[in-house]
C-alpha cells in the first residue's frame, strides 16, 4: 500500500507556471503506474497525464499536451507535474494516483492523495 502527497498548488497568473510534487511512503513510486487527474467545480474529475511504472512512458490529456510534463524521481519516491502556460482553464483541484495497471480512468486507480489547489487568475 502507497500513501500519496501532493504539493506545490496556488495561485498563478496565466502564462505562469506551477509544479505539482506527490510525494509517496510506503511503496516506491516505480511500482505504479502513477496519474494526475483534475477536478473543477461542477465537473468530473479528468485525466490529466500518466507515467508507467515500466519503461517509463508518459501519456498527456490533449488539453494540456505541449504544456505539462509528468516525471518521476525514484531516488526522491515523487512524481511531477510540471505545468507551463498556464491557462484559466486549468484552475482544479490536482490529484496524484497510483495503480499498478492504471490508465486514463480514475476507477482505475487504487490509491489517491488528498489534492492540492490550482488557481490560474486570467
Known amino acids: 500500500q502507497v500513501q500519496l502527497v501532493e504539493s506545490g498548488g496556488g495561485l498563478v497568473q496565466a502564462g505562469g507556471s506551477l509544479r505539482l510534487s506527490c510525494a509517496a511512503s510506503g511503496r516506491t513510486v516505480s511500482s505504479y503506474n502513477m496519474g494526475w487527474f483534475r477536478q473543477a467545480p461542477g465537473k468530473e474529475r479528468e485525466f490529466v497525464a500518466r507515467i508507467t511504472r515500466i519503461g517509463p512512458i508518459t501519456a498527456y490529456a490533449s488539453s494540456v499536451k505541449g504544456r505539462f510534463t509528468i516525471s518521476r524521481d525514484n531516488a526522491k519516491n515523487t512524481v511531477y507535474l510540471q505545468m507551463n502556460s498556464l491557462k484559466s482553464e486549468d484552475t482544479a483541484v490536482y490529484y496524484c494516483?497510483?495503480?499498478?495497471?492504471?490508465?486514463?480512468?480514475?476507477?482505475?486507480?487504487?490509491?489517491w492523495g488528498q489534492g492540492t489547489q490550482v488557481t490560474v487568475a486570467s
Open positions: 494516483a497510483a495503480a499498478q495497471q492504471g490508465g486514463y480512468v480514475s476507477s482505475e486507480y487504487d490509491y
